[in-house]
């Protein structure tokens, strides 16, 4: 009996070559006897939900279900992270189709179209131990950004806070002095009355530059004064609300001491 099947090859960047994965697929699916009716192969990060041939895969598979006994690839993995392992392999189900994979030797439907128990169960655990080793690196990647920052580098991207610097050749957070005179400014300004919208038009007035180039506002004067750094706390890993582009985020906040530009007493004030 002919058994016809799909190849699906992914890499994780544009350094790396699929070509290999393609290559022991064909491999497995000549001694195998399995007929490839047609190639799927991207060059995309496993953590993109929305991946294209991904999704051209799924699509071709659906369109062709009565035809197709079998979706290849070269590894579990490829498929893409935890989650999305089981979100495809239920999707092909839902139309009769299993998953083979050459690496861990599973087969996701039997020859009855049925569901392979012994291999669901070990898909399952599979995806447990990806989601682990996923859940691992991320939290020695946060050990080590939070390492560097209670050693005074700065990791929380290209724009530093106005009044701050990085150390020339370093990472170190260091004050720049001539914003710092600034800062002091704004703070002194706003205690003895000034709003933050009068405070922007004084700046924006004489000419003060910002560190982007555009006009000072009350936002950015609003958003200094409210932040602790000015007075030697930086507030590392806080609480965070969720918003559209960003998750909730709920963890312990940890102050980190930074390079002063007030003092403590001015700073409550404000």
């Known amino acids: 009996m002919e058994i016809n099947v799909c190849s699906y090859s992914r890499v994780s960047t544009d350094v790396q070559d699929y070509n290999r994965q393609i290559a022991d697929i064909k491999s497995e699916c000549k001694k195998e006897g399995f007929t490839i009716l047609e190639e799927f192969a991207e060059k995309m990060s496993g953590r993109k939900k929305v991946r294209p041939e991904l999704t051209r895969m799924l699509n071709y598979c659906k369109e062709h279900a009565d035809n197709i006994s079998f979706v290849v690839v070269?590894?579990?993995?490829?498929?893409?992270?935890?989650?999305?392992?089981?979100?495809?392999?239920?999707?092909?189900?839902?139309i009769k189709i299993g998953v083979y994979t050459i690496k861990e030797k599973l087969q996701t439907l039997n020859a009855d179209k049925k569901p392979n128990t012994t291999t669901a169960l070990l898909i399952s655990i599979l995806s447990a131990i990806n989601s682990f080793e996923l859940d691992t690196t991320k939290y020695r990647s946060m050990s080590g950004l939070l390492n560097s920052a209670m050693n005074g580098n700065w990791g929380g991207g290209k724009l530093l806070p106005y009044g701050y610097k990085r150390e020339?050749?370093?990472?170190?957070?260091?004050?720049?002095?001539?914003?710092?005179?600034?800062?002091?400014?704004?703070?002194?300004?706003?205690?003895?009355?000034?709003?933050?919208?009068?405070?922007?038009?004084?700046?924006?007035?004489?000419?003060?530059?910002?560190?982007?180039?555009?006009?000072?506002?009350?936002?950015?004067?609003?958003?200094?004064?409210?932040?602790?750094?000015?007075?030697?706390?930086?507030?590392?890993?806080?609480?965070?609300?969720?918003t559209k582009s960003k998750p909730e985020r709920k963890g312990q906040a940890i102050v980190i001491k930074a390079p002063a530009i007030i003092n403590e007493e001015l700073y409550i004030k404000a």
Request: hydrophobic content about 30%.
């Open 168 to 242: 020339e050749g370093g990472k170190k957070l260091v004050i720049h002095e001539k914003e710092s005179i600034v800062i002091e400014e704004i703070f002194k300004m706003y205690v003895n009355g000034k709003g933050t919208g009068q405070i922007a038009t004084i700046l924006q007035g004489r000419g003060t530059p910002t560190r982007t180039g555009v006009k000072w506002r009350d936002k950015v004067i609003y958003d200094i004064i409210r932040n602790p750094i000015y007075y030697g706390n930086r507030i590392y890993h806080k609480d965070q609300k969720a």
């Open 74 to 94: 070269s590894e579990l993995s490829r498929l893409g992270r935890t989650s999305e392992v089981l979100n495809t392999i239920e999707q092909l189900h839902a």
